[in-house]
């Protein structure tokens, strides 16, 4: 395994203009916001000529106008509005301007919750039983094919908004009426009872899992990211089963067509067997998020972090192309 620690990069004049690009009008838009200052902060600290940018619509007004910008740090979350879904890796590829994160199929992937699944369990890589719930499906016929206790949320939404736990089929309407307010199909999946855990990917190597214990029942909106009593314990497993879960989570990574960095969510049941939930292709960047405490469980501090992922969009050979380029400007 690579030293998580080792740069390729020494001098930040090697990626030029930055643009961070953060806020968006997704359902996710406080949390980016959040993450994203957090990032233009530690990339000016490191040299870096960063420069906070908030939405889509300001990106491609700064480049239609010539505000040049060598590469993009995507720190949106969500879709519609968010940069998650595939629509910003479009636009970034069709202008020749790099962006962090996974391009248009790895985001647009694992932005949809369905495909996904679909992906994986072609594959053979395990994940929860679900149905897709189409318009006007009947959802308590849905609950009793796959048990109760089931989850039902948005196929397309993160940061566990629209999501509901449901117990008892007379909670059924409220969940899927709940899930329903956000755009894209909705889903409806076998609740696994046991360990939450999630593990972050960074470059094309596993981070240590975290194992998440919230003092509520449930790791929901509030527990992530308001809550200081929840417990993050890094890593979150030992032995065999650590090993397990990184190689699982590389693997459900890679089906999807993801790279650079990103942070995969694994529930582990009661027996031990590992189930596939999501891929978060920009992951929250915030006092509470998780990549940033599993990158710090190997010797990793956040400035760190975000010049390792700004690092994933420069090529080897552009290095030394770029550095030379941005010198001559000086």
């Known amino acids: 395994m690579n030293d998580f620690r080792q740069s390729r990069i020494a001098d930040p004049r090697a990626f030029g203009r930055v643009a961070v690009l953060m806020g968006g009008t997704s359902s996710e838009r406080e949390v980016s916001l959040n993450s994203g200052s957090n990032v233009l902060a530690a990339l000016r600290a490191g040299g870096v000529d960063a420069h906070a940018v908030d939405g889509i619509p300001a990106l491609v007004d700064a480049l239609v106008k010539g505000e040049g910008f060598d590469r993009v740090f995507n720190i949106l979350h969500g879709n519609k509005g968010g940069g998650e879904d595939g629509v910003l890796q479009g636009l970034l590829e069709a202008l020749g301007v790099p962006c962090t994160g996974s391009g248009v199929l790895g985001t647009a992937l694992a932005m949809d919750k369905i495909r996904s699944k679909q992906v994986w369990l072609s594959l053979g890589l395990p994940t929860p039983r679900y149905i897709r719930l189409a318009p006007g499906s009947d959802v308590h016929a ?10 039902v949320k948005p196929s397309c939404e993160g940061s566990s908004v629209g999501v509901s736990r449901v117990f008892n089929d007379a909670d059924l309407d409220q969940a899927v009426a709940l899930a329903a307010r956000y755009p894209g199909e909705l889903l409806m999946e076998q609740l696994i009872e046991g360990q939450e855990l999630t593990v972050g990917i960074l470059g094309d190597e596993a981070l240590p899992s975290i ?120």
């Open 142 to 151: 849905a609950a009793r094919e796959l048990g109760l206790p089931v989850i």
């Open 211 to 330: 194992r998440i214990v919230p003092a509520g029942e449930y790791y929901d909106y509030h527990a992530k990211y308001v809550a200081e009593d929840t417990q993050y314990l890094c890593p979150g497993l030992e032995g065999d089963a650590e090993t397990r879960i990184r190689a699982l989570s590389l693997a459900a990574f890679h089906a999807i067509g993801c790279s650079g960095w990103s942070r995969v969510d694994v529930m582990r049941d009661r027996q031990g067997a590992f189930y596939l939930l999501e891929v978060n292709t920009a992951p929250g960047m915030t006092s509470h998020s998780l990549v940033p405490k599993a990158a710090a469980q190997v010797g990793i501090d956040f400035e760190t972090l975000c010049w390792r992922i700004l690092e994933t969009t420069v090529p080897v050979s552009g290095i030394a192309r770029q550095v030379a380029a941005t010198g001559a400007q000086a």
